[in-house]
């Protein structure tokens, strides 16, 4: 669309934009068809019609030859004739420019030709436009400037004007805003300008809609500057958009949070960095709140993965719910600390923690199970390292492992006992000698070297201890008189 912003030329001499519609005291001639000029103030009517010009004065009408609309049937050859009455030009030395904006758009051979005569039409000068410009048509409108100087000179008091179309069914002419100036005026390259919001050209005049606008600038001497801009207003979209997001959510400009249901409003930016208006219907999904009772051994990693915690208490932790919002739990925890330690008295090893079952391990041998050894307590038989693990509801614990070191003993088993049984033993031992021993003497003695039970003055080669009121663990039984002696361990269970 082209506007013409300003028409105060101070070199203006004629003008018309037909307000009035065509003048009465012009000539209208049909030489041939069905077609001939009209005033508009709609455009062609015709099956195939062309955009009305956007002319500066388009308001207050145009005029137009409608071939689309009165020859559509294709009723011949078309001659129609425009002529204006009699202009006075005289009086100005300067050259003369006849000057117009007009849309055309061509189907088939047709002719547009602007003629000037200054004798009465005896004799006319022409001008003939168009030619070739095809479906595209001209811009619209497009600005045609003739130099009509010579064209007057003989008589420059007497001038005429005439639109002349010749052709068959075509789409048609619309021209509007004829002006006559004593000057040429100067045409500066167009200006491309894209916006947002409207634009003020460069005589004030205000670009609110797209389209193609011609600004008359005065300039200090001389004629006038026309300037072309091709605005574009940019569109500034309205949507909507339906959006289920959690609490809190954020508008797409990022510059507001809503926290409820709701229509909302946001502005964002498009692509050319013009407002677009959003329409949102928010639905919230609630976050959801859980409690749970927890017991762990020694420590406990929270459902989110974020935490380990190793002391009992309450605790918060938040995942994610199968909705995709935060789902906050309540824990009540318990942590079991079995925290298991031993004692050691002689061979015999205790676990000093309280448990439901246990089990004493061989640290020396790949922390293998002892067989049978399920007791709080474990006595060895033979020196090494061992420990006890201990099990409390589904917790367990291992004990750090303990050394066991038997005393050395100051003689050596020897022959004298044949043989000890039942060893181990928690009720009465038999002892069966190699010889007949007298006033010999029999001793128990612990591993820390106290004597915990005796016989004395024995005469025999058999002999029984009762070991019932003894302690757990391991022992050595000596055998003496003033010839022999001989010792052997023995091991209360």
């Given at each position: 669309m ?10 203006l001499l004629?003008s018309?934009d ?19 000029w009209?005033y508009?103030?709609?455009?062609s ?9 956007n ?10 030859i409608?071939?689309?609309g009165?020859n559509?049937?294709?009723g011949?050859?078309?001659?129609s ?6 202009i006075?030009l005289s009086?100005?030395?300067?050259a ?21 005569t200054?004798d009465g039409?005896s004799?006319w ?15 619209n409108p ?10 007057i000179?003989?008589?420059p008091?007497?001038?005429?004007i005439?639109f002349?179309?010749k052709?068959?069914?075509d789409?048609g002419?619309?021209?509007?805003d004829?002006n006559?100036y004593?000057?040429l005026p100067i ?14 050209g460069?005589?004030g005049?205000v ?10 600038v ?7 500057n ?8 940019l ?5 909507s958009?339906t959006a ?14 809503w926290t409820?249901p709701?229509?909302y409003?946001?502005?964002?930016l ?18 959801t ?7 762990a051994?020694l420590?406990y ?8 915690w190793?002391?009992s208490?309450?605790?918060t932790?938040v ?6 919002c ?8 318990s ?10 008295s ?21 922390n293998?199970?002892?067989?049978g ?5 474990y006595?060895a038989?033979?020196?090494?390292d ?12 291992t004990?750090?492992?303990?050394t066991?070191?038997?005393?050395s003993l ?7 006992v ?5 060893n ?5 031992v ?15 003695i612990?591993?820390?070297g ?11 080669q058999?002999?029984e ?12 039984v000596?055998?003496?008189n003033?010839?022999v002696?001989?010792?052997?361990r023995?091991?209360?269970?």
């Amino acid at each position: 669309m082209i506007f013409m912003t300003s028409t105060s030329f101070s070199q203006l001499l004629w003008s018309e934009d037909f307000a009035n519609g065509i003048p009465a005291t012009w000539s209208n001639v049909t030489v041939s068809g069905p077609v001939d000029w009209k005033y508009t103030t709609v455009g062609s009517s015709g099956a195939f019609p062309t955009a009305p010009i956007n002319s500066t004065t388009e308001g207050n009408g145009w005029i137009i030859i409608d071939s689309d609309g009165d020859n559509f049937s294709g009723g011949g050859a078309e001659d129609s004739q425009l002529t204006t009455d009699v202009i006075d030009l005289s009086g100005n030395p300067n050259a003369i420019y006849l000057t117009f904006q007009q849309n055309m758009r061509e189907w088939q051979a047709d002719t547009c030709t602007v003629r000037v005569t200054a004798d009465g039409g005896s004799t006319w000068t022409d001008w003939e436009i168009n030619n070739g410009i095809g479906q595209v048509g001209t811009p619209n409108p497009e600005l045609q400037v003739i130099d009509i100087s010579a064209a007057i000179s003989s008589n420059p008091a007497n001038v005429q004007i005439q639109f002349w179309w010749k052709g068959a069914w075509d789409y048609g002419w619309q021209i509007d805003d004829i002006n006559i100036y004593n000057c040429l005026p100067i045409q500066s390259p167009a200006v491309t300008v894209s916006s947002c919001t409207s634009h003020i050209g460069p005589d004030g005049a205000v670009y609110d809609s797209t389209g193609i606008y011609l600004a008359y600038v005065s300039a200090p001497a001389g004629c006038d500057n026309i300037i072309t801009t091709d605005f574009t207003l940019l569109p500034n979209p309205v949507g909507s958009m339906t959006a289920s997001e959690c609490s809190p959510y954020t508008s797409p400009s990022g510059n507001y949070t809503w926290t409820t249901p709701g229509i909302y409003m946001d502005t964002v930016l498009t692509q050319a960095g013009c407002d677009s208006v959003l329409t949102i219907d928010l639905s919230i999904i609630p976050s959801t709140t859980s409690s749970i009772e927890a017991s762990a051994c020694l420590s406990y990693t929270s459902p989110s993965g974020n935490y380990t915690w190793t002391t009992s208490g309450l605790y918060t932790d938040v995942i994610t719910n199968a909705a995709g919002c935060d789902s906050t739990i309540s824990i009540d925890l318990s942590i079991v600390n079995i925290g298991i330690g031993t004692t050691t008295s002689g061979a015999t090893i205790t676990a000093t923690a309280t448990g439901d079952t246990y089990q004493w391990i061989d640290c020396g041998n790949g922390n293998s199970f002892i067989a049978g050894e399920t007791n709080q307590s474990y006595t060895a038989t033979v020196a090494g390292d061992y420990a006890v693990i201990m099990y409390s509801g589904n917790c367990e614990d291992t004990s750090a492992c303990t050394t066991i070191v038997f005393a050395s003993l100051d003689e050596q088993e020897n022959d004298l006992v044949t043989n000890m049984y039942p060893n181990p033993s928690n009720s009465v031992v038999h002892l069966e000698l190699s010889e007949f021993l007298a006033d010999a003497t029999i001793s128990v003695i612990d591993m820390s070297g106290r004597m915990v039970q005796s016989i004395e003055n024995f005469n025999g080669q058999y002999a029984e201890l009762d070991v019932r009121k003894l302690e757990k663990g391991m022992y050595t039984v000596r055998i003496m008189n003033r010839q022999v002696s001989g010792q052997h361990r023995l091991i209360k269970n």
